[in-house]
């Protein structure tokens, strides 16, 4: 079945530390992926994206991706976080055709300790 | 402003009943999903419907139904036969890529 597996559940960085999210996915072919932030009480917000092209991807806030198809990879990462980062984040999944529904992984909760 | 409304924000529901939660979109989107959110376990996918009067089992609709009987409108039951229905609901529609928007949830909890 088609997986997405997200490796740090919590993890607990000082402000100005470097960060980086483990996300890999089960299955080859066309993927679109997706990280996903979610700020305490609020909606999920699109962080970044990657369809084709440039395998390195800037999103907003300072945050950038890597896929590496040979991994079946797109790890999250930030030089250097801020107490505001906190929040929960998630990489997700849609492959090639068909049901276009994203598929999540368990997300990983993000703390930032001033 | 376009958008996503999910009704109600908190629903309390005592066991054994039914319940349906509202999702409407003003977008003008054609597919509609509805994602379930638990602790630890990210969001789980449990139907969607790519165009009106056509939906789909997602990976958990067991103790779900949905309709869709208008493009704007995609309402959730979680019936009596759904074990744990306590969690936070998750509208979100699509058009074309990457389009997905998310709404702000329902949080229901089974007393």
């Known amino acids: 079945a088609q997986s997405v597996s997200q490796h740090n559940h919590h993890v607990i960085l000082s402000e100005a530390a470097s960060l980086e999210l483990g996300c890999n996915y089960s299955?080859?072919?066309?993927?679109?992926l997706f990280w996903y932030v979610q700020y305490p009480g609020q909606h999920l917000q699109l962080l970044l994206k990657y369809f084709s092209g440039d395998p390195l991807v800037k999103g907003i806030k300072g945050f950038e991706a890597e896929f590496i198809k040979s991994k079946f990879s797109f790890n999250l990462r930030k030089p250097s976080v801020q107490w505001s980062d906190t929040a929960e984040y998630f990489c997700a999944v849609t492959w090639g055709t068909g049901r276009r529904a994203l598929t999540f992984g368990s997300g990983t909760r993000l703390q930032v300790q001033p | 402003d376009g958008g996503i409304t999910q009704s109600p924000k908190y629903l309390f529901r005592k066991e054994g009943q039914n319940v349906t939660l509202s999702c409407e979109q003003n977008?003008?989107?054609?597919?509609m999903y509805w994602y379930r959110q638990d602790p630890g376990q990210g969001l789980r996918l449990i139907y969607y419907s790519q165009i009106v009067n056509d939906f789909q089992k997602g990976d958990i609709a067991e103790g779900y139904s949905v309709s869709r009987e208008k493009k704007e409108s995609f309402p959730l039951t979680v019936t009596s036969a759904q074990k744990n229905p306590t969690a936070f609901y998750l509208c979100a529609s699509r058009m074309g890529d990457p389009g997905y928007t998310f709404g702000s949830g329902t949080r229901l909890t089974v007393v």
């Open positions: 299955y080859g072919g066309t993927v679109n």
């Open positions: 977008l003008n989107h054609d597919a």
